[in-house]
């Protein structure tokens, strides 16, 4: 099993800056993808970035210029920073880790960017 937990979420007026962190516990050496994902209201969940233990990384094409990935292996922690943040930004962000037997996924943390 594996426990993640996010932090980082909150309120923030558009063009300003947030970082998301992600930490995994349990069954941690198995995991190889993370990724934060976010779901909008009245939209379905999607992708924002993904980051392999090697440090390869995954952007939705609309996030890329934005948004950085990285990752701490010794934390077992997955960050997301935010730059320049706009209102069709404020989405629950979910936490999700891949494992070889399934995926993972944290309880969310709101992002909130007011114009």
């Known amino acids: 099993q594996v426990q993640l937990v996010e932090s980082g979420g909150g309120l923030v007026q558009a063009g300003g800056s947030l970082r998301l962190s992600c930490t995994a516990s349990g069954t941690i050496l198995r995991i190889n993808v993370m990724g934060w994902y976010r779901q909008a209201p009245g939209k379905q969940r999607e992708l924002v970035a993904t980051i392999t233990r090697n440090g390869i990384t995954n952007y939705a094409d609309s996030r890329k210029e934005r948004f950085t990935i990285s990752r701490d292996n010794a934390k077992n922690t997955v960050y997301l920073q935010m730059n320049s943040l706009k209102p069709e930004d404020t989405a629950v962000y979910y936490c999700?880790?891949?494992?070889?037997?399934?995926?993972?996924w944290g309880k969310g943390t709101l992002v909130t960017v007011s114009s």
């Open positions: 999700n880790a891949g494992t070889p037997w399934r995926d993972y």
